[in-house]
């Protein structure tokens, strides 16, 4: 069956910078429209960033645009985000998505 698995997740200073890992299973990842999403304390989750299939062409929602980047590696068949000059507003759990399917999200808090 499907599994999705993040890791990476920490505690980082604001202007630092974070790699999340999304261990895919049960399906090919290179086959796949994926999805990074983010729920912050009391707020809705909300949608970061979605990388498609095949040719992989990646979108981003307009907060993080030119800060983190979608990417996957069809060998290891992972899925990550890499985020860079985090601040605090990024404080939140990250999810990956793959069409209904959701991974248990890990936690990324942006502190002095």
Same mark, same amino acid.
């Given at each position: 069956q499907v599994q999705l698995v993040e890791s990476g997740g920490g505690l980082v200073q604001p202007g630092g910078s974070l790699r999340l890992s999304c261990a895919a299973s049960g399906f090919t990842i290179s086959g796949s429209s994926m999805s990074w999403f983010r729920q912050a304390p009391g707020k809705e989750r909300e949608w970061v960033a !979605? @990388? =498609? !299939? #095949? #040719? #992989? @062409? =990646? =979108?981003y929602t307009t907060s993080v645009k030119g800060r983190f980047t979608i990417s996957r590696d069809n060998a290891k068949n992972t899925l990550y985000l890499q985020m860079n000059s985090l601040i605090p507003a990024d404080t939140a759990v990250y999810y990956c998505k793959r069409g209904g399917s959701w991974g248990q999200g890990t936690q990324v808090t942006v502190s002095s």
């Open positions: !979605s @990388i =498609t !299939s #095949g #040719g #992989g @062409i =990646t =979108t």
